[in-house]
């Protein structure tokens, strides 16, 4: 602990292209490295994350209407994000975790809280919190937002397919219905395609029936390339 502090200590001093490379965490107190600074190479890794979105990045930030954040506010602005989503979906099963190496922000919805068996409906009692995470997205508007859906096994591929797109684009139109632009979401489905646990146990199963939420902050550089490029 001692020798990253240091580290982090030291890459701080001598940071002086880059006044913003440390921040302090507000889910932690701590310093350190902030996002914008890691690898130097900020801007190539946004491109990349942009352009694994949904029908890519670029078009999606000019429909959008996106004014984008300030390079050097993206990992205080992510860690804030986090941090209050974290506190406002507390207990209802709902996971928050950076990804991408911190680039981008995943909510993990558990399908035992948000939908009934092979049902596309989201449950009454699970409105309260996507209308926290709505509010959230509504009040850090320069990102764009992917909604995953995933099954397990059981069934056919086929079924498993379709359910995981309806139950998707149920939870991308539930956020546009509660004030998230309609041009900053895209859904899609995968199926029984990308498991996180083994199908051959129901906790394993159950891991693997969910909805992602991506978040994916898009910075002022990415408005420029986006609007270069029109």
């Not at 914008?36 to 029908?55: K, M, S």
């Not at 309609?182 to 199908?199: L, W």
């Amino acid at each position: 602990m001692k020798i990253r502090r240091t580290l982090i200590s030291g890459l701080c001093a001598v940071s002086l292209v880059s006044l913003s490379a440390c921040v302090t965490d507000p889910n932690t107190g701590e310093r350190k490295v902030s996002r914008t600074a890691i690898g130097g190479g900020a801007g190539a890794l946004a491109g990349l994350l942009l352009g694994g979105l949904i029908g890519g990045g670029t078009g999606r930030i000019i429909g959008a209407g996106i004014g984008g954040i300030a390079g050097a506010a993206v990992g205080y602005t992510m860690d804030k994000q986090i941090k209050e989503l974290k506190e406002s979906t507390a207990g209802s099963g709902v996971d928050v975790t950076p990804v991408d190496n911190g680039q981008a922000i995943l909510v993990n919805l558990p399908n035992g809280v948000t939908f009934d068996t092979d049902s596309t409906l989201i449950k009454p009692a699970f409105r309260d919190t996507l209308d926290k995470v709505a509010a959230s997205l509504s009040q850090y508007p320069n990102s764009l937002i992917d909604v995953y859906g995933h099954t397990d096994s059981t069934g056919s591929a086929a079924y498993n397919q379709r359910l995981s797109e309806n139950r998707a684009r149920a939870v991308a139109d539930y956020l546009s219905s509660r004030g998230v632009s309609a041009a900053r979401i895209r859904s899609q489905g995968f199926g029984m395609t990308q498991p996180v646990a083994s199908n051959a146990t129901e906790e394993g199963r159950a891991a693997n029936r969910r909805v992602e939420i991506k978040i994916v902050p898009v910075t002022q550089d990415d408005v420029a390339r986006a609007r270069a490029g029109q």
